[in-house]
Each structure stands twice: as C-alpha cells, then as structure tokens.
C-alpha cells in the first residue's frame, strides 16, 4: 500500500512512524516532510496548504490512503478534494473542520447542545466588546475567531489588558481576518488535559489521554509555545473524570456535529479543563495535537493504519483501539529565542540512540547534513513502566540531539509527577 502523509512537523514524524508499522504499507510519501522525516518517508517538496497539487501528486502517484494531519489543509478542504479525486482520507471534511477553525462556532456549538465550556459572547463591533469589557469580571480571555498559529488567546489581568487585546485583534488586525470576530469568555481554572479521539461519527474511541506544558519556561513561565513536552497519561483524568468527559462531552460533541450536518471523522482533539464544576472545553481542534500525538502514539498498541482505516469505512465501533498500561513522556528542544526570534540552519547531530526515540520537527538536509529549520526542532520520546522513569530516559536521550543553543525546559512531566491522584 502507497500512503500520503500531508504535513512536515514532529506530529507527522510520529504518524509516520506508527503507519510503518503495518506490513501492508510499502511507501509513504510525506508533503512536505521535513529532513528528519526524510529517514523514515519519501519526502515531496509540496507544500501542506497547496490542496491542488496535493491532490495531483496523490493521484498521479496511485496513493491508496491520506493522512491530512495539520489544521489549516483540513480547514481548506483538503479531504473534501481528495475524495472527489476517490482517494479515501483520514481526517475530517471541511464542514466539520470548522470546529477548529471558528473558535465563534465552537462555542455556539457548545452553548446549543449544552456541553460544558466557558461562558462567552461573541463580538464583531469594537465598540461593543469595548463597553462590555467595562464590567466584564477579570481576569478574563480574549480570543480571536479563526486560526491564530495558537496564539490567537489572551488571557488578560486586567480590564485594561483586555481592552488593548481587543483592540490589537479588531482595529490592530494582528491575527488577520481572525480576529474580525473575538470572543470574550470566563477564566477557568484548574488542571488541563488533552484527550485525542478517534471518531468515525458513529462512536467515540479516546486515546490515551496526555498533558501539554506549553509555556516555553519552567514552572510554566514565560510565553506561550506551541508545546514543549508532553507526558501521558494525565494524572488529572482518572476513571471518575473519563467517565464524565464521555458523557458529558464527547457522546454530545459528535451527536452535536451529526444533527447539524456535518459529521466528524477523523481525530477529535479535546482541550479540556478539570474545573471545580467538573470538565470543561477550553478548545476542539480537528486533528492529532502536537506534541501531544509524540507521546500518545508510541502507546499505542492496535495497528494506527487499521484504525484510520475503520474510521474512514465507519466500522470503528468493531475495531479494537488499545493502549500499553505505560508511560510516556516527550521532551522537546527548541531553538535559542523560540518563541519570539530565533537562529536557523545550525547544524545538529544526533546520537543513534536519540535518533530511533526522536521525531524531528523542525529541520532541513543539505548535502546530506541535518540543520535546524524551525523553533521546535525534535521531540525525544520514552516509554517505561512508571512516569518518573519515562520522565528521565526521555531527558538522558534527549540530550543526545544537540546543535548551538539546544533549549529544553527542565522540568517537562514534572506537576504530573507531583499531582498524586
Ligand atoms: P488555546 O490556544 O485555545 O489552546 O489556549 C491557550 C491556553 O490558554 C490554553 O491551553 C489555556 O491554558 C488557556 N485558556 C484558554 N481559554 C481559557 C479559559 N477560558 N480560562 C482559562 N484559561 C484558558
Ligand atoms: N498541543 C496543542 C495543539 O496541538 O494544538
């Protein structure tokens, strides 16, 4: 079987990886890959947004079986395309896809069909989120509607913050057309955890669940990054919290996606947050979170492509989708200045050992030599029987991938440790 791999990031690696597992599988091209990638897919220089010439390569090409994984192609249509062409896809067709790329609908969706999230309201004029920031309760957050890199989120201290994000999202237009509608919504607390699901529109199949930690410094300091590790599974989601999410949550999500035409298959992406009232949604996204999938993977222990396979003939509900009774944790090394500005093309080397742990995010080959092509540039990967092994093995391999100014938190897996449930 031929496989297509739309995307070029460390998630993609990890999928990679899984999908070559199955016997079946005798090449998988990845677009565009990435020059780590390039050791485990052939890798094609089209890019993941170029929808037609996505669709040509996997036609010319007899690919069997896609795997659209980033956000943006999905929300583009890059399914809908493909299966015009009768390329069968994993991942969700654009209608359904929405529920990432408008925050706006995602939170109607919620309201509509009562599943817990945020207390919100929407705006389109300035002067009204203005006047209704006047008494609004703080701290409070501001969102921008459409795709926003994942910094389209300000949690603001104050009024007067809050006022400056809406103004830099709806005047300022700093995330585009994204933030022509923002949504203003209550600050929550408590525990996050993501839970990634496979869903065909007909039952809910939850992978193990996991635990981001996105802020780029330690003891989550610092600015919002797009993950700097990850361990699973979360402490946070015990049988008690699993039980509820399912119920509450997820069986609601994908009624509510069928009864408004517009059924999800794919990966289903739960941000959740474990208030005192119990879970609720922070975000959907539409895909595999990344790094989230970099530890939520190696778990794994039924076959991903027979799996993605049941999803997209609608025969999830037969197919066995199970996981290892393990740990894993995932440690990321990053550019020196990520998130803001930060050096690229540095040469980076790693350890044999690093490498057969490691998916590499951010990187190009030239004349045969590995260099930095991003701000997130591997993630390092350990399986072990307890967490806190998971957790030192991941870090021991990790420093084996090294180029100038390597940055990695410390203390990735950390709180997980200390949560004690
Ligand atoms: P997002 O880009 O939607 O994942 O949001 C980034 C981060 O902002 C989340 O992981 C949360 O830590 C935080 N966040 C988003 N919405 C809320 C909320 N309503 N209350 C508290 N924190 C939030
Ligand atoms: N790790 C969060 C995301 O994939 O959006």
């Given at each position: 079987m031929k496989l297509m791999v739309v995307g070029g990031g460390g998630r993609e690696h990890a999928i990679i990886r899984s999908l070559k597992k199955?016997?079946?599988?005798t090449e998988i091209f990845a677009l565009p890959g990435n020059g780590g990638i390039a050791a485990d897919a052939t890798c094609?220089?089209?890019?993941?947004?170029d929808i037609e010439k996505i669709v040509a390569f996997a036609a010319e090409n007899a690919v069997d079986y896609a795997v659209v994984a980033p956000d943006d192609p999905l929300v583009l249509g890059c399914v809908d395309a493909l299966e015009e062409k009768g390329i069968p896809c994993f991942g969700p067709r654009a209608n359904a896809a929405i529920i990432e790329g408008s925050k706006v609908f995602a939170k109607n969706l919620m309201k509509k069909y009562g599943i817990p999230t945020a207390a919100y309201e929407v705006f389109d004029d300035l002067d009204a989120a203005l006047s209704y920031l006047e008494t609004a309760p703080v701290p409070t957050v501001v969102k921008a509607d459409?795709?926003?890199?994942?910094?389209?989120?300000i949690i603001a201290a104050t009024r007067e913050e809050a006022k400056q994000a809406v103004r830099d999202m709806m005047q300022g237009h700093v995330f585009g057309a994204s933030g022509d509608h923002v949504v203003i919504e209550e600050f929550l607390t408590g525990p996050e955890v993501s839970v990634l699901a496979f869903t065909d529109g007909k039952c809910v199949k939850p992978m193990v669940s996991s635990m981001d930690h996105?802020?780029?410094?330690?003891?989550?300091?610092g600015l919002n990054t797009g993950g700097m590790g990850t361990v699973a599974p979360n402490p946070y989601y015990t049988p008690a919290v699993a039980r509820r999410c399912m119920e509450e949550i997820f069986l609601p999500t994908m009624d509510a996606m069928n009864a408004e035409g517009r059924t999800f298959k794919g990966c289903l992406y739960f941000g959740l947050m474990i208030t005192p009232d119990g879970p609720k949604v922070i975000e959907y996204n539409c895909r595999f979170g990344d790094p989230e999938t970099q530890v939520v993977l190696p778990l794994m222990e039924s076959d991903l492509l027979t799996v993605m396979q049941a999803v997209t003939n609608g025969t999830l509900s037969e197919t066995e989708v199970k996981f290892a009774d393990k740990h894993a944790c995932c440690v990321i090394t990053a550019s020196q200045g990520y998130p803001v500005k930060y050096r690229k093309g540095l040469p980076m080397t790693m350890t044999e050992e690093a490498a057969e742990h490691t998916y590499v995010a951010g990187a190009r080959l030239q004349d045969g030599v590995l260099l930095t092509a991003g701000g997130r540039v591997t993630g390092t990967t350990a399986v072990a029987d307890t967490l806190a092994e998971a957790v030192e093995e991941a870090y021991r391999l990790a420093r084996g991938v090294e180029f100038e100014g390597a940055y990695r938190r410390?203390?990735?897996?950390r709180r997980a440790l200390a949560a004690n449930l």
């Open positions: 199955n016997p079946q599988v094609v220089n089209i890019g993941a947004t459409g795709l926003a890199l994942g910094k389209g989120v996105k802020r780029i410094g330690d003891n989550d300091t410390s203390d990735i897996g």
